[in-house]
């Protein structure tokens, strides 16, 4: 990771953002005193007063998650050998 990389974390309780270093844990919101979420590069941050700007950006991060855990276990060596083991059942 790069020195002085600024990375994004927004709070969706006050709808607040902030753009600072890499930490190793997320920043605490000043309103609510919870973890903000980091979000990836070239993620539009709404302003405060789009609601529905907010709710887009909240189901497109669960989206990401969604694919991410999903990605995740299909590469992952037990549904591998899961998979190896089916076809070595199936008849030829």
């Given amino acids: 990771m790069m020195v002085g990389q600024k990375h994004t974390y927004v709070c969706f309780h006050c709808r607040a953002s902030a753009r600072c270093e890499w930490l190793a844990s997320n920043p605490l919101c000043q309103h609510y005193n919870r973890q903000m979420t980091q979000l ?15 709710d887009r950006l909240w189901l497109s991060l669960i ?6 855990r999903v990605r995740w276990y299909y590469g992952s060596d ?9 076809l070595r059942g199936r008849p030829i």
């Fill in 40 to 54: 990836h590069n070239g993620i539009r941050i709404p302003r405060r007063k789009d609601a529905k700007g907010w």
């Fill in 78 to 86: 037990s549904f591998k050998r899961w998979k190896v083991e089916k």
């Fill in 63 to 68: 989206e990401r998650q969604r694919k991410e």
